[in-house]
């Protein structure tokens, strides 16, 4: 009998409990027991678990958020961090880890890999910018937010006249902001992944005034800086765990700019955190399910240091190494079609 833990790490999104539903159904079929490990890598640092039945993971399939609870803990941060996780993992018998996150809660699962404690991870973001997966978990309830937003935009903008600026997450990946954008028929769209021009984004509202346009919706992903500047636009210069900054505030540069440039009446929006939050789409639960069993699958086969992972229609897996090495950045090809619609 094997005794596998389950953790949730970095940012949540809609459809982690989904996954976890198929992780503990898929170990229990197998004759395996399953422990929740608590708000991400801290749940392991701390020895906070606790027995997951099929009564925990009853009637969640369409619940938001986790029912683990998340952090951003990186144990690699604290001196004494892996010498604890070896300890709790001897405590609780565990014989595997299955992590469900971004790069860096999925880099803490490939360093515990190196360091001798078998671990599989499993795409969780909302940015979808991990390598060696078409999808991650979360993406597209957070694109289906995003898109009815701006949707919600367009009405008011069209009524004021004015251009709205709207603010998406993403810190060095474009993917939502540009898949909603391209969903949502914005006007411009602006990602990390390519430095923006003021003059090019006033032209283009000019020349839809031309055209009788009188409102510009401009989608702008949080990690989007301008040629001149270069920089992205932080809240706070302090960073977490993993080196981040927080990000925010782009969006109203951008309006900002943009009324001095032109005169016309201009707003931003930042989504922010709703852009995680509510009941997750059918596809994600589809995909996380799909995901979280292939995780178990990747465990009883001795699959290890593997994320389970999305390749075209069907479910693989990639070493972890691979999938954080670097950023997945958005496919340019999708971008130039985008831009067919400025
Ligand atoms: O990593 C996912 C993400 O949603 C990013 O897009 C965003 O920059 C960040 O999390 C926000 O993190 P927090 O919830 O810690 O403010």
Same mark, same amino acid.
């Given at each position: ?5 389950v ?12 996954a976890i539903?198929?992780v ?9 027991e399953?422990w ?6 801290r ?6 678990l ?11 399939i ?10 951003r ?13 070896q ?5 609780? %018998?565990?014989?595997?880890i299955?992590a ?9 699962? *490939?360093k ?6 078998p671990?599989?991870g499993v ?11 078409d ?7 957070a ?5 009815? @937003?701006?949707?919600?935009? *367009?009405?008011?903008?069209?009524? *004021? ?5 709207v603010e ?12 909603s954008?391209? @969903?949502?028929?914005a ?5 990390p992944e390519?430095?923006?021009n ?5 032209r283009?509202?000019e =020349?839809?005034? %031309?055209?009788?346009?009188?409102f510009?919706i ?7 800086a301008?040629?001149e ?12 765990a ?6 925010g505030?782009i969006?109203?540069?951008?309006a900002?700019e943009i009324e001095?440039?032109?005169g ?5 929006t930042?989504?922010?955190?709703l ?5 997750p789409?059918?596809y994600?639960r589809?995909m ?5 069993v ?7 086969n ?9 390749k075209g229609?069907q ?6 190494? =691979? ?5 997945k950045?958005?496919?340019? =090809?999708?971008f =130039?079609t985008?831009?067919?619609?400025y």
């Amino acid at each position: 009998m094997k005794k596998i833990g389950v953790l949730s790490g970095g940012g949540d999104s809609p459809a982690i409990n989904a996954a976890i539903r198929a992780v503990v159904r898929k170990s229990l079929a197998l004759g395996y027991e399953v422990w929740g490990i608590k708000d991400g890598w801290r749940g392991l640092l701390e020895g906070n678990l606790e027995k997951l039945t099929l009564d925990s993971v009853s009637g969640i399939i369409f619940q938001g958020g986790t029912i683990l609870g998340t952090s951003r803990t990186n144990p690699f941060k604290r001196e004494d961090g892996p010498q604890k996780i070896q300890e709790n993992v001897k405590r609780f %018998q565990l014989d595997a880890i299955i992590a469900m996150g971004g790069d860096d809660t999925l880099g803490v699962a *490939h360093k515990l890999n190196k360091m001798g404690i078998p671990a599989v991870g499993v795409p969780q973001t909302i940015d979808n910018d991990l390598c060696g997966t078409d999808y991650a978990i979360g993406f597209d309830s957070a694109l289906s937010i995003v898109t009815d @937003a701006i949707d919600k935009l *367009h009405t008011t903008a069209c009524s *004021h006249h004015r251009v709205m600026v709207v603010e998406i997450m993403g810190r060095d990946a474009g993917w939502l902001a540009l898949l909603s954008g391209l @969903a949502g028929g914005a006007d411009v769209i602006l990602i990390p992944e390519v430095k923006f021009n003021y003059d090019d984004i006033c032209r283009r509202i000019e =020349e839809r005034r %031309q055209r009788g346009k009188q409102f510009s919706i401009i989608a702008v992903a949080e990690g989007a800086a301008p040629e001149e500047i270069g920089t992205q636009v932080t809240q706070k210069a302090t960073v977490d765990a993993f080196g981040h900054v927080r990000l925010g505030g782009i969006s109203s540069v951008i309006a900002e700019e943009i009324e001095k440039r032109t005169g016309y009446e201009t707003r931003a929006t930042i989504l922010g955190h709703l852009q995680r939050g509510g009941t997750p789409t059918a596809y994600d639960r589809i995909m996380a399910t799909r995901l979280g069993v292939k995780a178990v699958e990747l465990v009883h086969n001795g699959q290890f240091d593997m994320m389970a992972c999305v390749k075209g229609n069907q479910i693989d897996s990639v070493p972890l190494e =691979e999938a954080v090495a670097k950023v997945k950045p958005v496919d340019m =090809e999708l971008f =130039e079609t985008a831009k067919l619609f400025y």
